[in-house]
């Protein structure tokens, strides 16, 4: 039973528009989210995060949105670039230092 | 700027071997995660360490898997007996205390003929 859920498995967006990534989790506990980007070969890179007592989050490019009554957050990416194509996971931290994954969301930014 | 490093990359070996794998984490990161990713799935908990001690397993660790910290530095993972199912990419990550964000190394694909 998947406790966080990342139900795109890819997303093809334009260069220069906005990719909208999305992210379900099931236990209203979880009070810490992540994402995190993969290239192919490397390991996952800390994107941004965002703790439960706020709904947003910016860091540039980025802007992570949390719904925590309907259990669901975003990650937005505006202007996406070429560059922005890998491997995105949702994450949240679990119970101690468990950390839980979903299963990624490949996006690919077309030029 | 040493990230984590992990040794080896790569891993062929045959069903019924043990294998090893060492993972060094950036310098003065008390914490020390092994997780463990097949294709198309996010990485999986497997272990903690703070410092050399170990404060949480997954259920996912059955007895053939046994991880050290022994001096608080290094990390080895050890896989007895390997399974075809083994078969994974296995992913170390690091992080100072007081902080969630993990900093992860680039793994070591394991494949069991």
């Known amino acids: 039973d998947q406790q966080v859920k990342q139900n795109s498995p890819s997303l093809s967006v334009q260069e220069g528009r906005i990719s909208i990534l999305n992210c379900d989790y099931t236990?209203?506990?979880?009070?810490?989210f992540l994402w995190y980007k993969k290239y192919p070969a490397e390991g996952p890179t800390f994107l941004i995060s965002?703790?439960?007592?706020?709904d947003k989050n910016e860091d540039g490019r980025f802007t992570v949105f949390l719904n925590k009554s309907a259990k669901h957050l975003s990650l937005h990416i505006v202007p996406s670039q070429p560059g922005d194509s890998a491997v995105y996971f949702c994450?949240?931290?679990?119970?101690?230092?468990?950390?839980?994954f979903g299963p990624g969301t490949r996006l690919s930014v077309l030029p | 700027d040493t990230g984590v490093s992990q040794d080896p990359r790569h891993k062929i070996t045959k069903r019924g071997q043990n294998v090893t794998f060492r993972c060094d984490p950036i310098s003065e990161h008390n914490r020390l995660y092994w997780y463990r990713q097949t294709l198309g799935q996010g990485p999986e908990f497997l272990t903690y360490?703070?410092?050399?001690?170990?404060?949480?397993k997954s259920r996912l660790l059955s007895d053939r898997f046994s991880a050290e910290r022994p001096k608080g530095s290094f990390s080895t993972l050890e896989i007895q007996r390997t399974e075809q199912g083994d078969s994974a990419m296995y992913l170390c990550?690091?992080?100072?205390?007081?902080?969630?964000?993990?900093?992860f190394g680039p793994g070591t694909r394991l494949l069991v003929l």
């Open positions: 990550a690091s992080s100072p205390n007081g902080e969630e964000t993990q900093y």
């Open positions: 965002i703790s439960s007592i706020k």
């Open positions: 994450a949240t931290l679990g119970y101690g230092q468990n950390f839980v």
């Open positions: 236990n209203s506990m979880f009070d810490y």
């Open positions: 360490f703070q410092n050399e001690a170990q404060l949480e």
